[in-house]
């Protein structure tokens, strides 16, 4: 292409699509799933972050449902109206106050109403019109879908985190609550309760209750010291000897829908499954199970809403199971790395169902599972032929493009290391592998955060201070930035600072100067397009903005929404323009060029 | 000598005739006529053997006629034509002389006018039979004896019918003229001649017809009739025995002199009153000045239109004949219509009689009435200043005169014209005045009208202005935000705080205060800044806005968090279900999601009274194992996240956070202060920030330490 038509090309401003898409690896942690009664096509997933999915294809694919603004928090419990379709109630538990609450929506999640604001709710039982919530601070109830009474009396320590709750099917003023200690019951709608523990151990967290549709007097308990069935609603309980008794948290028991003899347990250890009303148990799987779902059309077919491996389906009572997380973002991703028309990402704390990714034309593949399932990838670097990863205290190397990996002969010293190719960060300073060996290049006074190269420039950076080099480390430039999140180096030499405060750009050989066009406020993320040296992005509080001169002016990128969070941003090298975005436990986003 | 086509010209003439005659005034309805008169008589030739032609001679007579109905009437003539016989071919032994002939004829004839009797041109039409007399002189029978023996001449008499048509002229009510064609037919007269078998002799075919025309004229007498009526007037009838006009009143009433009269214009009624003892059906006719107007009625309601005398008459004739004879023609008065009286001259007035205005709510009313207050003033009673009104008036004039028309507002004239248009320029009250003029009246001033309120708006529009009096906020603190504002006169500002995040204390005031703690910050170590948009929006009363806004910078600077803290069983260090569920399903998902970059830390406790020794270092370990030890249930959180102390019986701040750790074994009473010493605090600090106080030595836990300790039952 001719240079003057190159220069051309860069001065524009790249054209982008309408909005963020999720772009995978799918899956992490599902918290509640249901189908909708019905409609068993339609089934809703809940997650941390206050994310909830939506599927319209028995779970074959998901997409994000809005609640109008971003709530943080566990999506805990959901459930669906069986006589109104597309009527949805959410329980969402939450540190945060104002995302607590049961939220309602009649549109199938076009619009959300707010009950029981403030309130964290933990667990959601129907009985027609009738809704309990339990809270932890009480269970409430409905009779009319607005008005909610606190039903378990105030100041009833025993009777204030209601972690699960289950209406008698043939009465609706009868209800167990489940406490972290102990279950409870009312036959009256609430004004009296009685404790029914007789048979149960002492110390149980009571996860989950599951009244018998055939039977209402035989009733499940879930808990920490095991599962217990009461064939007399509740008045003695019996703990299950038939499953194992290693240390396990059932966070669901629940029967078939067609067949009461057969009995499911969800536990962090895995599925169980009983078919002679749980005397017996199998262990189906290792999946740490969050909570199960049946198709009412096809009770054979039960959706398991699982710790780190997302939406898992089985058409065969749990023998067999499928992941099916399609659009499903979840994940807890940590690192990321770019090589031509290869991503790399790596997750965090996602145990065995985490590790490191690769995402090429062929789709995403992951690497290294052995290597990295217990530990936490810090960094990925890549550069020709050549793969590296940083856990907090070891670096590795693959040069197979992660078949097989192999642990650096020497290690830099430190912990939180952070890796690019041919440096390498921890608390203890910034490193170069020279030969075989590390050799401080830089001294710092914080834990580096992170290291980029553009060409020769290299850029490290803790929360403090930008330490830049233009020339592969020959020399070096510090850049005092208090509250420094990120940094980027273009391919001509200038870097932009992510701070606490906004956005600052130093041009190559300048002091950094404050830009213009973004409001002040904490920038988090900032990258260069690594063909087109003026392009810069940054990201302030989910807000995309585009500058098409290295940074001293910025615009807001209309389309694309506002994401709850960005940590980390990059352009893709593989010269689609297409942007990268990581949101903290929603995964990562991608938005396309026109 | 006379075609069907010359009787047809005389008739045509005789009807043109009777058209003009029958427009003519009346005479006496004479009965009875004698006419004597004198004409000609021409003669057709006669063919069929010698044949023979009677010369043309003159005609005597006279006519008796009886007009004994209007129209038809019957006629008796008498008439003698001395004429002569003239051979037409060779007769054997005559030499050819004249014979002299004599005819005499009687008809009676029935005559048809076309006019009534009495006019003046009585045209009219004619036939009649009766017999003539044909005779050869006593010189010419000897002639023809002497000529044509044995041939012995005589006179005939022979049937002849009459034809045709005249035009009577009456000259006096007894005195007229008259002239009359008449068509005649008859066998035509042989006088005896006819001889057979006598070659060249004298002989006529008795089966010739002779025409003849008579053109005649003549005197007329006439005898008889009713009296002759005069121009202008009905004429006399018989008065019938049956009924009689007994009065004609006249409404109003008034004599036939001017200065009596009636006025023209008005209607005057006329009733006859009838004396009808036989019950009569009565036709009534009425005349006004001869000339039949009116309905059959016997009131009669006339309005004359010209000044002047004027005679009403009625006739009353019984209905259904036609005779006259039956009328009644009463006399009735003539009265004098006159014109009415001039009015008198009007009096000249100028009367304003309305204003209107364009737009209809620019007026709101008289001065004084509605200036005392301003509220309630809007688009639908007033004007915004600077808009146009137009000021329309209607006014009289009595005589029609071409008015000026002078504006006024607030007493100064400005400006002329009808309409009048007039823009308030600022806001306040206008009194507007109009004073109508009539220059041709020299100075004639009319009424003046009350005088129109007009009220001009402020119409500018809301200004505000934002202020806030702390501008840089930590996270949680609250600043006053202000704004001034300015409307138009008479106007109520209202004031609307919106922000983009953080919430103020009354969102309608203009001083308010904003609090940030709901400012939303993503969870993270480091010190986070926003900016807050916080704009006021001014609405004045007619809608209009203005907008403010102003900037708070909002930072937090996130510091070590006391999350709660988990209790134990006295003497024990275990970590009970309760507090397994605190750390593996609240407090891990946390340290694993949004607070990756902080550190947990670990502060153990004992009761004074438990004697145990390292209880609060284990219980720290324990609760460590539980989010480490990555087997079983437990979590897998890095050790070296985690810092530890354990300080004994030394108390702190406990915190039960809601839900947290407040269910327990029997053995717990999380009333008891002493059970609240046996607890661990968990505590979430900012990677980079000191550990809270309560640490007195920031420990670090080894993995050899905990590895031991597997996942804690």
């Given amino acids: ?594 | 000598m006379f075609t069907p086509r010359r009787n047809r010209v005389v008739l045509a003439g005789l009807l043109a005739v009777s058209q003009f005659a029958a427009a003519q005034a009346s005479f006496t309805e004479d009965k009875w006529s004698l006419s004597p008169f004198f004409g000609l008589t021409a003669h057709d030739e006669v063919h069929g053997g010698p044949g023979y032609d009677l010369a043309n001679r003159p005609t005597f007579g006279v006519r008796v006629g009886e007009d004994l109905w209007r129209k038809f009437g019957f006629e008796q003539t008498l008439a003698w034509n001395p004429t002569k016989l003239q051979f037409l071919g060779p007769v054997k032994g005559v030499t050819q002389p004249d014979y002299g002939a004599r005819n005499f004829r009687l008809s009676f004839d029935g005559l048809y006018h076309f006019t009534e009797r009495g006019s003046r041109l009585r045209p009219f039409i004619a036939a009649g039979i009766g017999t003539a007399r044909f005779n050869l002189t006593g010189g010419a029978q000897d002639l023809i004896r002497a000529n044509l023996p044995p041939t012995i001449p005589d006179a005939q008499a022979l049937l002849q019918y009459n034809y045709g048509g005249g035009l009577k002229y009456r000259l006096t009510n007894r005195l007229g003229l008259r002239v009359d064609a008449r068509g005649l037919s008859s066998h035509a007269p042989t006088y005896g001649l006819a001889t057979f078998g006598n070659p060249g002799g004298a002989f006529l075919l008795a089966d010739r017809r002779l025409n003849s025309a008579e053109i005649t004229g003549g005197v007329m007498f006439h005898f008889g009739g009713a009296p002759a009526a005069t121009a202008g007037q009905p004429a006399p009838r018989k008065i019938s025995k049956d009924f009689s006009v007994l009065s004609v009143t006249q409404d109003p009433p008034a004599a036939g002199v001017e200065s009596q009269g009636i006025l023209i214009n008005r209607p005057v009624t006329y009733k006859a009153t009838v004396q009808n003892p036989k019950n009569r059906k009565l036709k009534y006719q009425w005349y006004v000045d001869g000339k039949p107007m009116g309905t059959d009625s016997d009131t009669f309601v006339y309005t004359p239109t010209q000044p002047g005398p004027y005679r009403v008459q009625v006739d009353v004739t019984e209905a259904g004949k036609d005779n006259p004879a039956f009328a009644n023609t009463p006399n009735v008065p003539s009265v004098y219509a006159k014109a009415p009286p001039p009015p008198p001259a009007p009096e000249h007035r100028v009367t304003v009689t309305s204003i209107t205005a364009d737009p209809a709510s620019s007026i709101v009313g008289v001065p004084g009435a509605a200036q005392g207050s301003l509220t309630g003033l809007n688009a639908t009673n007033s004007i915004a200043a600077g808009s146009p009104v137009r000021l329309t008036a209607t006014s009289t004039d009595t005589l029609n005169h071409t008015l000026t028309y002078n504006w006024l507002v607030n007493g100064t004239q400005v400006g002329s014209g009808n309409p009048f248009t007039y823009t308030p320029a600022t806001p306040g009250w206008y009194r507007a005045e109009l004073r109508v003029v009539d220059p041709s009246a020299n100075g004639v001033t009319p009424t003046v009208p009350a005088p129109l309120t007009i009220y001009a708006r402020d119409t500018r529009p809301p200004t505000a202005t934002c202020s806030v009096s702390n501008a840089t906020l930590t996270a949680g603190q609250s600043t006053n935000l202000s704004v001034a504002a300015t409307v138009a006169q008479g106007n109520t500002a209202r004031i609307l705080w919106t922000l983009s995040e953080g919430s103020v204390a009354n969102t309608t005031a203009a001083q308010t205060a904003f609090n940030s703690s709901t400012v939303n910050f993503p969870t993270n170590p480091q010190v986070q800044t926003k900016t807050i948009t916080a704009t006021a929006r001014v609405t004045d009363d007619n809608g209009a806005t203005a907008n403010c806004n102003t900037t708070i910078r909002v930072s937090t600077d996130p510091q070590a968090v006391h999350y709660g803290d988990i209790l134990f069983s006295q003497g024990s260090a275990r970590v009970d279900n309760a507090a397994k569920r605190v750390l593996l399903e609240r407090l891990y998902p946390e340290l694993t999601g949004a607070y990756q970059g902080y550190t947990l830390v670990l502060v153990g406790h004992t009761d004074a009274r438990e004697r145990a020794r390292n209880l609060d270092r284990n219980r720290v370990r324990n609760t460590a194992a539980v989010v480490t030890a990555n087997t079983r249930s437990c979590a897998a959180l890095e050790p070296s996240r985690i810092k530890a102390d354990w300080i004994g019986a030394t108390e702190s701040e406990y915190k039960d956070a809601s839900g947290l750790a407040d269910t327990r074994g029997s053995s717990i009473n999380r009333n008891d202060p002493r059970s609240q010493n046996r607890r661990v605090e968990l505590w979430l600090v900012p990677a980079g920030k000191p550990v809270p106080s309560v640490v007195k030595e920031s420990r670090t836990l080894e993995t050899k330490d905990l590895k031991p300790l597997g996942c804690p039952r």
């Fill in chain 1, 1 to 594: 292409m001719p240079k003057f038509l190159w220069l051309l090309l860069c001065l524009l401003p790249v054209s982008r699509a309408a909005d963020w898409q999720p772009w995978g690896p799918f899956g992490g942690s599902v918290i509640s799933i249901a189908v909708d009664p019905s409609e068993p096509s339609h089934l809703l997933a809940g997650a941390r972050n206050g994310q909830l999915f939506h599927s319209s294809d028995h779970g074959s694919s998901w997409s994000q449902l809005s609640f109008g603004r971003n709530l943080s928090g566990t999506v805990r419990v959901i459930a669906i109206d069986p006589s109104v379709k597309g009527h949805y109630w959410v329980g969402i538990s939450a540190e945060q106050e104002a995302s607590n609450g049961l939220w309602e929506s009649r549109d199938a999640g076009q619009s959300w109403m707010q009950h029981l604001s403030g309130l964290a709710v933990e667990s959601l039982a129907l009985f027609s019109g009738t809704i309990a919530a339990g809270t932890r601070h009480g269970l409430y109830r409905t009779i009319d879908g607005e008005h909610w009474d606190r039903i378990t009396p105030e100041h009833h320590s025993d009777l204030e985190d209601i972690v699960s709750v289950a209406f008698d099917p043939t009465d609706a003023k009868t209800l167990y609550a489940g406490t972290p200690h102990l279950p409870w019951k009312t036959t009256d709608g609430g004004k009296t309760w009685m404790a029914i523990h007789t048979g149960m151990i002492d110390d149980s967290d009571v996860f989950s209750i599951h009244v018998s549709a055939s039977a209402p007097t035989q009733v499940f308990a879930s808990a920490c010291s095991g599962i217990y069935r009461s064939r007399n609603a509740g008045g003695r309980w019996a703990l299950l000897q038939g499953i194992p008794k290693s240390s396990r948290r059932t966070h669901v028991i629940v029967q078939h829908p067609a067949n009461p003899q057969m009995v499911f347990a969800g536990t962090t250890s895995g599925l169980f499954r009983s078919t002679d009303g749980g005397t017996r148990w199998t262990k189906l799987n290792s999946l740490a199970v969050n909570a199960i779902a049946f198709d009412p059309a096809k009770p054979n077919t039960m959706y398991l809403a699982t710790e780190l491996a997302g939406v898992q389906i089985s058409t065969d009572s749990g023998v067999k199971v499928q992941p099916s997380n399609e659009g499903l973002h979840a994940r807890n991703i940590r690192a990321s790395a770019s090589f031509g028309s290869l991503q790399f990402l790596s997750t965090a704390y996602e145990g065995s169902q985490g590790g490191l990714y690769i995402h090429s034309a062929a789709g995403w593949r992951k690497l290294g599972a052995a290597t990295f399932s217990s530990d936490n990838i810090q960094s990925v670097a890549v550069s020709d032929g050549r793969l590296l990863v940083s856990t907090d205290q070891r670096i590795l190397q693959s040069k197979d493009f992660g078949r097989t990996w192999t642990r650096l002969p020497t290690q830099p010293p430190g912990r939180g290391l952070k890796v690019a190719i041919g440096w390498a960060g921890s608390d203890r300073g910034l490193f170069r592998l020279t030969g075989a060996t590390w050799k401080k290049a830089v001294t710092t006074t914080a834990p580096v955060r992170g290291i980029r190269t553009a060409g020769k420039q290299v850029i490290a950076w803790t929360n403090q201070s930008a330490h830049v080099s233009p020339d592969d480390g020959k020399s070096w430039r510090n850049i005092p930035a208090t509250g420094l999140f990120s940094a980027a180096a273009s391919c001509d030499g200038s870097v932009l600072l992510a701070m606490s405060d906004g956005v600052s750009v130093a041009l190559p050989g300048a002091a950094p100067i404050v830009t213009q066009g973004i409001p002040p406020g904490t920038v988090s993320a900032v990258a260069f397009d690594g063909f087109r040296c003026e392009q810069a992005y940054a990201v302030q509080f989910g807000k995309l903005y585009q500058s098409t001169d290295r940074g001293l002016h910025w615009s807001a990128v209309d389309g694309p929404r506002t994401l709850s969070d960005i940590s980390d941003l990059w352009v893709s090298s593989s010269g689609d323009d297409s942007l990268f975005a990581v949101v903290p436990g929603a995964g990562v986003f991608r938005l396309s060029a026109r």
